[in-house]
Structures are given as structure tokens and as C-alpha cells.
């Protein structure tokens, strides 16, 4: 089963939940992840999945919903957070934030990224200490453009941005581990990063992941099977 992420912000809320386990036996977290991915369809959760890191000790739980405001956003975060009390003795909950997807980019020619269980994913977070986040996503945006068509291996990615603090990410769907480490070894950091955001005093922290679940049951297809050119024609 797949999940797909748009690349526009009209369709869904993007959720990203970080934790850290603190049991030895990871899997045991998972299988809870599990169980909570199918109780959040009683919030409402269209679609769900969890990353694995692949070399640091690490678990994202990712949602889709339904565009929501801001204050039926805070409420449903509440009820997030009061399922997620039965995890406190597995794993500790390091950040929790909506996005909204601006940008992305398909090899399959789809208007979304999609993603199964088994799938490698990389991800950056780029948070700025100075600057305008409007800047900063234009400078996340080039580079993404700049790269993406140069990554041997990459199926898709996506460019967000986060809606309550200065921070932006793009996650990139992958073939294997070995392209994405291939990419990673590959690239010069001065040459190909720099120049876009050495304007910029910045945090930037990445991690590569291992789609250990994915379950996507009601989300309609005209969020994800458009292809690219069609939504626009859709939308005039």
C-alpha cells in the first residue's frame, strides 16, 4: 500500500511527529505506531506511515489530513498528543509540526510523491536563526530544482515548509540505499549548497529512512493520480 504527497498545499495537512525510543527493542515501538496509525482514522487521518532511520535512533510518524484551520489544527494536535500518552515508556517526543508542500517533482510524471513500505527516503531540516522563511523557501526550492534532475536514483521529492515556525525540508524518494548514499558521498557541499544559502545562519540537520509502514485507504484519487499539466487545466 502507498501513501502520496502532493506537491501543493491545497489538498492536505502534513504532520511529521519525531521521536527518540527508549526501549531496546524498536520494533516493539513500530507495532504501537502501528495500532496508532489505525486510531488516528477515527480523527480523521486520511493517510499514515512510519520512517525508520537507517543509522540513528530516530522514528517519524507522518499523517495527511484534510486542510483544517488553524484552530480545529490545535485542537486535533491536542487529541494527537493525548493518544500518544500510551507511548511515554517506549519513546520520548522530540518535535511535532504541520507542513504545507510547495514544490516537488516526479520521474513517474505524477503531480505527487509516492512512498511504500520498504522505500528509502531522505530528509533535511533546515531552520533559520536570521533571514526572511519566505527567502529561505525560495533558496530550499532552487536548490531542490537544481538537484533533483541530477540524482541518479531519485523517483520524487517535495519541498515544505513548516506552518507555525521558520523552518523548511525536502524529502526525496529514493530506489535504493545505495543511490541515495552514492548521492550523498557525491555531493560538494560548497559548490551545490552554499552559494543558495550562505546569506543564511542555519541549522541543518538530515537523516536517510526506511518506510517501515504505509496505509492509505481514503484518500480520493483526484488528490494524487492528476498528472502533471493536467491540475492546472483542472483549475482554470
Given amino acids: 500500500m ?3 504527497l502532493p506537491f501543493n498545499n491545497r489538498n492536505l495537512d502534513i504532520s511529521f511527529f519525531v521521536f ?20 488516528t482514522q477515527t480523527l480523521g487521518c486520511l493517510q499514515t506511515s512510519i ?17 483544517r484551520s488553524r484552530e480545529n489544527k ?5 487529541a494527537i498528543l493525548s493518544m500518544l500518552t500510551n507511548l ?17 517533482d516526479s520521474r ?68 535504493s540505499l545505495q543511490y541515495c548514499y552514492t548521492w550523498i558521498l557525491n555531493s560538494d557541499y560548497r559548490k551545490t549548497i552554499l552559494p543558495y544559502l550562505d546569506r543564511f545562519k542555519l541549522e541543518i540537520r538530515y537523516d536517510i529512512f526506511r518506510v517501515v509502514y504505509a496505509c492509505n485507504d481514503h484518500v480520493p484519487n483526484s488528490i494524487h493520480l492528476v498528472p502533471n499539466g493536467e491540475e492546472e487545466k483542472m483549475n482554470m
Fill in 88 to 104: 511515554s515508556s517506549m519513546a520520548i517526543l522530540i518535535e511535532h509540526s504541520f507542513f504545507d508542500t510547495y514544490a516537488g
Fill in 74 to 78: 490545535e485542537i486535533l494536535t491536542s
Fill in 51 to 67: 520512517f525508520r532511520s537507517i543509522h540513528g535512533n530516530m522514528i517519524i510518524w507522518y499523517g495527511a489530513w484534510t486542510k
Fill in 2 to 4: 502507498a501513501c502520496y
Fill in 108 to 175: 513517474e510524471g505524477s503531480s505527487a510523491a509516492k512512498f511504500c513500505t520498504g522505500d528509502i527516503i531522505f530528509m533535511n531540516i533546515t531552520s533559520p536563526s536570521t533571514g526572511d522563511i519566505n527567502d529561505l523557501s525560495y533558496a530550499n526550492l532552487a536548490l531542490f530544482r537544481d538537484r533533483f534532475l541530477k540524482m541518479e536514483g531519485a523517483i520524487s521529492g517535495v519541498c515544505l515548509k513548516c506552518q507555525t515556525i521558520p523552518r523548511v525540508s525536502s524529502l526525496i524518494v529514493w530506489k
Fill in 20 to 39: 527518540r525510543p527508549t526501549v531496546v527493542v524498536v520494533e516493539e515501538l513500530v507495532e504501537a505506531l502501528k495500532h496508532f496509525c489505525i486510531c
